[in-house]
Structures are given as C-alpha cells and as structure tokens.
C-alpha cells in the first residue's frame, strides 16, 4: 500500500494557532474504547492515522481494515465558515464510508476526502464480502465524532465542618 502524508494549508496567521477538539464513539460489536483528540495546526499532533497498524492513532484490527486505511486532519474553510474542520480521507482498497447525520451515506474511494460533522459516523470498510446484513456488520467498525467538551468528573472540595470553626473574636 501506498501512503500518503498530507498537511494542512493555513491561509492566515490566526488559522496556525488554532486546534481542533473531539472524540471518536465506536459503536457496533467491536469493543474498542472511545478516544478524545486534540489536533493542533503547527503542533506536535495535525494528523491521525485509522487502520490496523500497530502504530495508528486509531487501531482498529478487523480483516477489511488496511494498515493505513485513513487519515482524519484539520481542513481549514473560506471566509464564511473558515473552521477548524475534520476531514476524512480515504487510503484504503476496500473504502471507507460516511455516514451524515440526515442518514445519507457517502462512499469513499481511496484519496476520496469528506467533511465530518457532528454526529458523522464512518464506516470501515465499506466493502466486506457476504451477503447477510449481521455478517457483514461483524466486520465493520463503525465511529462517530463528537465535537463536544468531553465531561471531567472532579472531586468536590472537602466541606468544612462548622464545629471545628472557631468562634473566637481577635483581641484588641
């Protein structure tokens, strides 16, 4: 398989500093743990990798899946919507899907490029062999994007116990 690495193109000074949060919900009977990404224009991190490689950002070991099957990075729009936004782009043989929150789906072939929404859901591979539906579903991993602020659960302060306050005034 043939790789390629693309970077991002910033159009302003502005659009360098700029990062793009979110996390990945797998869903489907492949238990594979959700996982939050920062991607940082000029960073350390502008690119993740999707396959079944031991070193993709995103391991999803299923038969279908290539060892770089995609790559999801910060795309940067026009004026009216200049972003951040995640883009998907495809480097598989068996394609990879997307699904839009209004239920369309979108096939991708190898260097195809979709915008990702929230509550996109990508499908890889799009092609699996066998016909039945559940079959076909069992070799699939399936991930939509949340671009919400993942909820950190912190410890409530110890409360101060009102009998161990002093109730002694200063002295003049």
Excluded: W, Y
């Amino acid at each position: 398989e043939q790789s390629m690495v693309t970077t991002p193109v910033f159009s302003t000074p502005t659009q360098a500093k700029q990062e793009l949060s979110f996390t990945l919900r797998f869903t489907g009977p492949h238990t594979i743990p959700d996982k939050h990404f920062v991607l940082k224009a000029g960073g350390e991190k502008e690119i993740l990798s999707v396959g079944r490689s031991e070193s993709s950002d995103v391991l999803v070991a299923l038969p279908g899946v290539s060892s770089l099957h995609a790559q999801l990075h910060m795309v940067f729009g026009p004026g009216h919507d200049p972003g951040p936004h995640l883009c998907l782009e495809d480097h598989s043989s068996n394609s990879t899907g997307v699904r839009h929150p209004d239920g369309a789906v979108q096939a991708l072939v190898r260097g195809g490029r979709e915008m990702l929404q929230q509550g996109s859901c990508v499908i890889l591979p799009l092609k699996v062999k066998g016909d039945d539906v559940a079959e076909a579903a069992s070799k699939r991993a399936c991930f939509s994007v949340d671009f919400t602020e993942p909820i950190v659960v912190t410890k409530a302060p110890p409360q101060l116990d009102n009998s161990t306050v002093s109730d002694a005034q200063p002295k003049d």
